[in-house]
């Protein structure tokens, strides 16, 4: 399939009209760059989490984006995940950044991988597993990457929650001496 460009309007009314109440919030950015003050574009888009892998999907039949990583938030309640991707790549002013979002329940962290449409996702999947205690359903390769062996099971170093790193350090300041 030919790759299609599309603007950041365009792009927008895409998946507007392609996922229509899937879309929690997507707006675009822009700014100036640079000595000449040539405009970047920027899309952040919220999602649903029911439309993940569809979005993904739609995504790479669009035009195939180059993944660069996958960030993770602890917000309290839900972990957030951020996809970040970058359309029409290697043309020059051209390019836009897509910032893809989704909220999971820190009661069921659940999300499907998409090493099927994107394999490079793999070590930055495997690492918000790790990190996050996110589980990755379908990923190809579920072993650790970041953290040794035997670093406990149920201990999340991203995390904000008793499942973060807190139960691993002392406080030196309180040994007695």
Known sequence: MAEKRLNPEELVKY?????KTNIKNIQIKRRAAG?????TATIWMKIDK??????IEHLC????????VASGNDLGNTI???YHFTLNSGKRMEEINLHISVELPKSKPEIETICDWIPG???????KMEMLGVK???IPDDRKCFLPDDFPEDVYPWRRDEKGLEKLYKNLHEVKK
């Open 35 to 39: 000595k000449k003050k040539n405009e």
């Open 136 to 138: 990755i359903i379908g």
């Open 121 to 127: 996702a793999l070590i930055t999947e495997r690492e």
């Open 80 to 82: 957030e995940l951020i």
């Open 50 to 55: 029911s439309a993940f892998k569809k979005v």
């Open 15 to 19: 998946f507007k009209d392609e996922f």
């Open 61 to 68: 039949k669009l035009q195939f984006p180059h993944l660069g």
